[in-house]
C-alpha cells in the first residue's frame, strides 16, 4: 500500500512509542511479550506506512530518529482514545451501560422501579440509573429517554414516537376506592351505577388518561359523577378519600403503596382499565440493561393483580374480559 494512502495500525505506534521510550528493540519485546524479531519486523512495517525511516542503527543498538520521536508523540491522543473505545467494548460485553435513562408516570416509580433498580443493580454493577416522572402521559411528550413507560386509552390507537418499538406490558383495572365505612366497602365487586349518587373526589386532574376513564365509564354506566373536590395529585386524591370526602376511581397499580385507611371494590359494567406500555429507543435496543429492563418491566406489568391483594372475595366470579 503507498504511504500516502495507508492507514496507519494502532498496535504499531504503540510498539513504535515503546522503542522510543526505551530506546531498544529487546527492551520492548520483553515490556510487550513479543519476540525482537516481531518488534523489528512491526517497526520496518510502520517505516513503509509512513514512508520514511524510524530507526537507525547505532553501533550494536538502534536509535529512533527525529521524525520517529515527532509521531511517537502525535499518536498519543489517538492511543488514547482508542484505549477508551477498547474499554467501553469491555464494558459492553460484559452487559453494562455507562446510563440508562428512564421515563414513568408516578404510580409505576413507587409500586415497580425500586424493583427493577435493585435487579439492574445487582447484574450490572457499573450501571447508573436515571429516572424521571412524566407528569402526563401525552403522546407529543413521548421519547426522550432510553426506556418510557406509558398509559394508554384502551379505546383509542396507540402512538409510538418515532425511533422508538412499543412493547405492551399489562392492563391496569381502576378500582372504586372509599372510605372504610362506606355501605359497600365490603362489596368486593359492583356494578358502577350503583355508586351514582355518591360524592365524588376528581383523583388527579391533571392526568388525561385518568380523567377520561373515569368520565367513559361513569357515562357507560349511565351517570356523571358529582365532583365535590378536585386533587391535583394522586396522593391528595387518596387522602381526601380517606377523610371521607368522597369516593374516586383510583388505577390499581397505586394502591399496592398507600398507607391510607381505605377500601376498594371493583366495578363492573364497565370495568374501566388503562394499558401500560413501554417505549424502547431503537438506539438503545442494543444495550444488555435496557432489553433486561424490559423483561422486568413484562414480568411486573403480568402480575398487576397480584400486587393488590385487597379486594375483598366476593362468591361472585368476576368477568375474564375487560367490559369498558
Not at 47 to 60: A, W, Y
Not at 192 to 211: N, P, Q
Not at 268 to 297: C, D, H, K, Q
Request: negative net charge; aromatic residues 6%; glycine residues 6%.
Amino acid at each position: 500500500m503507498p504511504y500516502d494512502s495507508a492507514v496507519l495500525d494502532l498496535n504499531r505506534l504503540r510498539i513504535l512509542r515503546s522503542v522510543v521510550a526505551s530506546g531498544s528493540v529487546n527492551d520492548t519485546a520483553r515490556r510487550l511479550g513479543l519476540t525482537p524479531s516481531t518488534v523489528s519486523q512491526h517497526i520496518h512495517t510502520l517505516e513503509r506506512e509512513v514512508g520514511f525511516t524510524l530507526v537507525e542503527r547505532v553501533g550494536r543498538g538502534i536509535q529512533p530518529t527525529p521524525a520517529a520521536i515527532e509521531l511517537a508523540l502525535t499518536s498519543q491522543d489517538a492511543l488514547a482514545a482508542m484505549t477508551k473505545v477498547d474499554a467501553k467494548a469491555r464494558e459492553l460485553r460484559q452487559g453494562a451501560t455507562a446510563k440508562l435513562t428512564m421515563r414513568t408516570f408516578a404510580s409505576a416509580a413507587y409500586t415497580w422501579m425500586p424493583t427493577v433498580a435493585r435487579t439492574l443493580r445487582q447484574e450490572f454493577p457499573g450501571l447508573t440509573l436515571e429516572l424521571s416522572i412524566n407528569e402526563t402521559d401525552s403522546p407529543e411528550l413521548a421519547g426522550q429517554a432510553d426506556v418510557e413507560v406509558h398509559t394508554e386509552l384502551p379505546y383509542e390507537e396507540p402512538r409510538v414516537p418515532p425511533g422508538y418499538r412499543r412493547i405492551e406490558l399489562g392492563t391496569d383495572d381502576l378500582l372504586v376506592a372509599m372510605p372504610p365505612d362506606h355501605p359497600l366497602a365490603e362489596a368486593g365487586t359492583m356494578d358502577l351505577a350503583e355508586f351514582s349518587t355518591d360524592d365524588w373526589v376528581h383523583y388527579d386532574f391533571r392526568d388525561d388518561i385518568a380523567t377520561s376513564l373515569a368520565s367513559h365509564a361513569c357515562a357507560g354506566a349511565g351517570f356523571t359523577p358529582r365532583y365535590v373536590v378536585r386533587a391535583q395529585d394522586h396522593v391528595t386524591g387518596l387522602a381526601f378519600v380517606a377523610a371521607g370526602v368522597g369516593i374516586a376511581l383510583v388505577p390499581q397499580l397505586a394502591v399496592g403503596w398507600s398507607g391510607f385507611e381505605i377500601a376498594y371494590v371493583r366495578p363492573t359494567n364497565p370495568t374501566p382499565y388503562r394499558r401500560i406500555v413501554a417505549l424502547l429507543r431503537n438506539g438503545a435496543a442494543s444495550f444488555p440493561a435496557a432489553a433486561r429492563t424490559i423483561e422486568l418491566l413484562t414480568d411486573l406489568g403480568g402480575r398487576i393483580r397480584e400486587l393488590q391483594p385487597i379486594v375483598a372475595p366476593t362468591s361472585a366470579a368476576e368477568p375474564d374480559t375487560h367490559d369498558s
